[in-house]
């Protein structure tokens, strides 16, 4: 079956205690057939998350370093995060501010530690489309023995409580799947909450869903959970 991912990107935030009691709320819930839940905590946290992941989820990184292991004073490798359980990592998110060069190695890195990298791709203003070339050149060089995916986030929409309108989204993603044909599939992340989800889900366009800080809030988590496994059923055609 074709799942939908949703992945909860923590950013900075939980702690133990906070970690326990998220887990425990949505443990109850094992992840719906047709969805691959996907948490990113802090690093500090994986191996915390890994040992209490509910069945079906998987363990994602919300960055990993350009460098093999060495003498690189705090950075975490993909490697240990291989290691610890991750199977994605997510690449660019634009609250990084990397550039181009680096991001060209962290995606090796993650192959080379058989992670899935999601790569966040997103214009900082409002059609500024030109902001995006340098980075699809890249992306739609990639062979088709590299699997990745796409995170359209525009910039401008992250962290906000409004999506880009359904028209302004058609418009971004067929330009994106126009040039990147070689991805496994496109994730939406910006402004993404249980009151606006079936309308992106309505898009017929997607494979998976990126939130960010309200992630962690186990109410909205396990609400955008249950409107992916009922209403997510029937909107699994892509184009
Ligand atoms: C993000 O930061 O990747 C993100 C999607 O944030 P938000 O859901 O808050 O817009």
């Known amino acids: 079956m074709l799942k939908q991912l949703l992945i909860g990107n923590w950013k900075s935030q939980g702690s133990v205690e906070e970690i326990h009691q998220f887990i425990s709320a949505i443990g109850r819930l094992s992840a719906p057939e047709n969805v691959r839940p996907v948490l990113c905590p802090p690093f500090v946290y994986l191996d915390l998350v890994k040992k209490r992941l509910p069945v079906g989820y998987s363990l994602g990184a919300q960055t990993c370093s350009f460098n093999l292991k060495g003498a690189f004073t705090g950075e975490i490798n993909a490697n240990m995060l291989q290691d610890v359980g991750c199977s994605y990592v ?10 181009l060069d680096i ?11 058989n992670l899935v990298p999601i790569f966040c791709i997103g214009e900082e203003a409002p059609s500024a489309w030109y902001s995006l ?18 995170a359209y986030e525009p910039v401008w929409a992250i962290g906000g409580k409004i999506p880009p309108s359904c028209g302004y989204l058609v418009q971004a ?9 070689n991805s496994q599939g496109f994730i939406y992340g910006g402004g993404v909450r249980p009151e606006n989800l ?40 892509q184009v």
């Open 90 to 99: 997510l690449i660019g998110h634009s609250e990084r501010q990397e550039s």
């Open 103 to 113: 991001l060209e190695k962290q995606m090796e890195r993650a192959w080379e530690s």
């Open 133 to 150: 070339a340098k980075k699809i050149s890249y992306l739609s060089s990639i062979s088709s023995a590299s699997p990745f995916f796409v």
């Open 173 to 181: 993603l067929q330009y994106l799947k126009s040039h990147l044909k």
């Open 198 to 237: 079936k309308e992106i889900l309505d898009l017929h366009m997607l494979s998976g869903i990126l939130v960010g800080q309200s992630s962690f809030q186990q109410t909205v988590w396990t609400m955008l959970l249950a409107i992916l496994e009922t209403y997510g059923k029937v909107c699994k055609k």
